[in-house]
């Protein structure tokens, strides 16, 4: 399986940005997806995430700001980030957990990765 992320960039504080994560090979409505973020010298940590089923989970830092969603005939997910916060600045990645294991929101129950994309909010 191969992510693809894309869609970060440089917004001022209280804008909104949409990123996506495209999959090859292999089939993203049967895994967990989420999405992670890090910022310079601090450890990657859980932004969002959704299930085979549907349903979401978000940190309490993005909870009702961030909206994780799934398009399964683009086999894409998304992540609708609005009212954006300069401490949301980080690279943000997806991830696919293939056996769902429970623990959505550790980054070491995943098995794929994307590359990452940069998002900046500026004060």
């Known amino acids: 399986v191969q992510l693809q992320a894309s869609g970060g960039g440089l917004v001022q504080a209280g804008g909104s940005l949409r990123l996506s994560c495209a999959a090859s090979?292999?089939?993203?409505?049967?895994?967990?997806m989420g999405w992670f973020r890090q910022a310079p010298g601090k450890e990657r940590e859980f932004a969002a995430a959704i299930l085979r089923s549907g349903k979401v989970y978000y940190a309490d830092s993005v909870k009702g700001r961030f909206t994780i969603s799934r398009d399964n005939a683009k086999n894409t997910v998304y992540l609708q980030m609005n009212s954006l916060k300069p401490e949301d600045t980080a690279v943000y990645y997806c991830?696919?957990?293939?056996?769902?294991?429970?623990?959505?929101?550790?980054?070491?129950?995943?098995?794929?990765w994307g590359q990452g994309t940069q998002v900046t909010v500026s004060s």
């Open positions: 090979g292999g089939t993203l409505s049967t895994y967990v």
């Open positions: 991830a696919a957990d293939i056996g769902y294991s429970g623990n959505y929101y550790r980054p070491g129950m995943y098995d794929y």
